[in-house]
């Protein structure tokens, strides 16, 4: 198995595996969301290409790490809540949650809120903060 784009079955709201089509990828990386997902030897990998100075900051601050002999840049905990808050897919808030679990006490909650105050809305930010409340102890 190799590299595959990811279709939506609306219906059965479940993700199916399709030939890896380069030109659909490409105008998702350059479509308004700037992300595509990919299927890539059963793990589903979610692209995106930098493109507003958050992105930029998150990228300089993520820290390398070892995977597999192979080097990677991993987001902060905190740059990563603000991203799932933007994408605010229900998964994408469970993970919000169990980050705001696992990370009580050790996250920079200012930088989390500089990050929404960029590029959220005001509900989104309220939404966020409600999040923060409940379950940041």
Request: include cysteine; hydrophobic fraction near 45%.
């Amino acid at each position: 198995a190799g590299a595959s784009a990811v279709a939506v079955d609306e219906e059965a709201g479940t993700e199916l595996p399709r030939p890896l089509d380069l030109s659909r990828v490409l105008a998702d990386l350059r479509g308004s969301a700037h992300m595509t997902r990919l299927l890539c030897f059963g793990v589903l990998v979610e692209f995106f290409v930098p493109w507003h100075p958050f992105d930029h900051e998150v990228l300089r601050r993520a820290r390398e790490q070892k995977l597999d002999g192979r080097k990677i840049r991993i987001h902060s905990p905190e740059d990563l809540s603000v991203y799932k808050k933007v994408f605010n897919r229900s998964q994408d808030i469970e993970d919000i949650k169990a980050i705001l679990a696992a990370q009580a006490g050790a996250l920079d909650l200012g930088r989390i809120r500089a990050g929404a105050s960029r590029l959220l809305d005001a509900a989104a930010t309220r939404e966020l903060e409600e999040l923060i409340r409940e379950f940041y102890r």
